[in-house]
């Protein structure tokens, strides 16, 4: 079965200090992986989106960039964060193939900008 | 831009009660997810409708797809506690472009 993985789990940086934070997929290859923020209580944002490797399509201009080294790792950074960078961030992948892509979340990161 | 745009917003009933919620759009959907969301997790995939007029149930949950494939609606019958979360739709703009519009969630509360 897939699992998918982030970490870390919770994270408070200053402002003005880098960020990166992983995503990886386990029991699938070549996925379409996803990151997305969350304000509280709220719907998700799509930040970025990859449908192979080194493929990165960015939806929202921001100070934040993605990479995907590996088929199955997904790499959200910052090199100077910002307090409006603070939320939740979720890695969600999805599979090719036939019908609707279907997502499916890890457990996600809460960032806290100080 | 497409907008999912859900309601209510927030929504507290009592354990056995009926309710409703609603997922709006001016713009075509190839598909559409429904996700429960409990605080501090990801969201959890319940269910994918993909045909107008289409209807699903899952359980105490009916999920039904507008004709027009731009709007849906999740009815919930008998509500208990274990309901309580975020509820948020999604859709898939266009086929083949993987991406997704999220909804701005409906946060259900069921009392016991």
């Known amino acids: 079965s897939q699992t998918i993985h982030q970490w870390p789990a919770t994270l408070v940086q200053p402002v003005g200090s880098p960020l990166s934070l992983e995503c990886t997929v386990e029991g699938t290859s070549n996925p379409n992986l996803y990151w997305y923020r969350q304000a509280a209580g709220r719907g998700l944002q799509l930040l970025f989106y990859?449908?192979?490797?080194?493929?990165i399509s960015s939806e929202v201009p921001q100070n934040l960039s993605a990479s995907r080294p590996q088929d199955r790792q997904f790499i959200l950074s910052s090199k100077k964060l910002l307090l409006s960078d603070s939320g939740f961030y979720l890695c969600a992948w999805s599979g090719g193939g036939r019908g609707p892509p279907e997502q499916y979340f890890g457990p996600g990161t809460r960032l806290t900008v100080t | 831009t497409q907008l999912l745009e859900q309601s209510p917003q927030f929504l507290s009933i009592q354990e056995g009660e009926n309710l409703t919620v609603y997922c709006n759009s001016s713009?075509?959907?190839?598909?559409l997810q429904w996700y429960r969301q409990e605080p501090g997790e990801g969201p959890v995939l319940l269910v994918t409708?993909?045909?107008?007029?289409e209807v699903k149930k899952l359980k105490r949950l009916t999920f039904q797809f507008g004709d027009a494939r731009k709007d849906s609606s999740l009815h919930i019958t008998a509500a208990q506690p274990g309901d309580t979360g975020l509820y948020l739709c999604?859709?898939?703009?266009?086929?083949?472009?993987?991406?997704?519009?999220f909804g701005t969630g409906t946060r259900l509360k069921v009392l016991a």
């Open positions: 409708v993909v045909t107008g007029g």
């Open positions: 990859s449908v192979g490797i080194g493929q």
């Open positions: 713009s075509v959907f190839s598909s």
């Open positions: 999604a859709g898939d703009q266009t086929s083949g472009t993987y991406k997704y519009i």
